[in-house]
């Protein structure tokens, strides 16, 4: 019974932060799932003053030397860049076809920024600037 009453704590916590998510273009590549942390509720709230961590499963499907991550904030219908904590410290490049990624990179919610709804898009582009991954999440920041 104790057995069972951890395995199912386990499963809600592996799986309490795996996010409904858009795909907004990854010409080429495939998103397996993603991760808000935390975002315990949706649309995820992005506290101010802490970081918010992101991660991604995708499966690339050409080559690529090097990648790119870029963040934007849609803050009604306009798209504000939005900087990322690590920048581009990981995957590890050259990115090769079909071996899968796990990617993770975090924001920081400034304090200044202002209370509102917004929809994060994400995108890891290859060295030409096509999308391996977009996705689009929508969200909320919170004091
Ligand atoms: C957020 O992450 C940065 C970079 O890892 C770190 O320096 C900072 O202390 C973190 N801030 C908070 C509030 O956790």
């Known amino acids: 019974m104790i057995r069972v009453c951890i395995f199912l704590a386990l499963l809600s916590i592996s ?25 315990p509720t949706e649309p995820c709230q992005l506290k101010k003053n802490t970081n918010v961590t992101i991660s991604m499963d995708f499966l690339p499907n050409s080559n690529s030397a090097t990648f790119k991550t870029v963040v934007h904030g849609i803050i009604g219908g306009v798209p504000v860049p939005f900087p990322t904590a690590n920048g581009d410290v990981n995957p590890p490049v050259p990115i090769q076809q079909n071996q899968k990624i796990t990617y ?40």
């Open 15 to 39: 799986f309490a932060d795996n996010v409904k998510f858009k795909d907004c273009g990854s010409v080429v590549g495939k998103i397996n799932s993603v991760d808000v942390n935390p975002c």
């Open 104 to 143: 993770t990179n975090a924001i920081f919610v400034e304090p200044a920024y202002p209370k509102i709804s917004l929809v994060v898009k994400w995108e890891i582009q290859d060295s030409t600037g096509k999308d391996f991954a977009c996705f689009v999440v929508p969200a909320m920041i919170v004091g």
